[in-house]
């Protein structure tokens, strides 16, 4: 198994708070990604990273931030939470294309729920 | 622009019967690569395999195949003799443009029943 974490694993907050999510991986990998799952859209890119203080948007990245000092850490931050930010974010990982393309390696999600 | 659809949200067979999950993708290069991922009831996502637009041909993993035709634009999935194990959330996902992005179809929930 790749070794990718999450933490938390579980959170609760408040409309308006900022919250910060992190992503740990240990395989020295260079993409790092940040998805959020909802149900009828599978999982939608939100930002991701191609290296340290590398950083582009995904599909989703209105009220989202991250943040790559590290090689190993991806950080998720939510500036002011909102209700609609309420979902399961998941943290990937993978390298650099080869002959045989690239695929991802998901960490065990985030459960997030803004009340 | 790519797009993947997964047009059956959910299946369910009875154990021991086969099932073929479908997936059709969109774009417009030709170098691109498919996926598809598992995610059971635990929540965690698994990789299960890769295809790249280069080969066509098909590919068998015990109980699992692939059938990937360009002409059709599909990458289907057959569980053969499925079991309570493969209950799970199947996702279909496509790369390509040489971006580091992956879409993914809304995935198809199967239930396998005993």
């Known amino acids: 198994d790749a070794g990718i974490t999450q933490s938390p694993r579980h959170k609760v907050t408040e409309t308006g708070t900022p919250v910060t999510l992190r992503c740990h991986q240990t395989?020295?990998?260079?993409?790092m990604y940040w998805y959020r799952q909802d149900p009828g859209h599978g999982l939608r890119l939100i930002h991701y990273s191609y290296g340290v203080k590398d950083t582009d948007k995904g599909e989703v990245s209105d009220g989202y931030s991250v943040s790559r000092s590290k090689t190993e850490d991806f950080l998720l931050t939510l500036e002011s939470a909102t209700s609609s930010q309420t979902s399961v974010y998941f943290c990937?990982?993978?390298?650099?294309?080869?002959?045989?393309?690239?695929?991802?390696?998901f960490g065990p999600g985030t459960r997030l729920t803004v009340t | 622009a790519q797009k993947v659809t997964q047009a059956q949200t959910e299946i369910s067979v009875v154990e021991k019967e086969d099932v073929t999950l479908d997936c059709v993708y969109e774009t417009r290069d030709t170098t691109y690569y498919l996926f598809w991922y598992k995610q059971p009831p635990s929540g965690e996502l698994v990789f299960l395999i890769r295809?790249?637009?280069?080969?066509?041909q098909n590919e068998i993993s015990g109980r699992y195949s692939w059938n990937f035709q360009k002409s059709t634009s599909s990458f289907n999935f057959t569980i053969t003799a499925s079991q309570v194990v493969d209950s799970a959330v199947y996702f279909c996902?496509?790369?390509?443009?040489?971006?580091?992005?992956?879409?993914f179809g809304i995935g198809t929930k199967l239930q396998v029943i005993p």
């Open positions: 295809r790249n637009s280069f080969d066509e």
């Open positions: 996902a496509l790369n390509s443009g040489g971006y580091q992005k992956v879409t």
């Open positions: 395989e020295n990998h260079r993409y």
């Open positions: 990937a990982i993978s390298e650099s294309i080869s002959r045989e393309g690239l695929e991802q390696y």
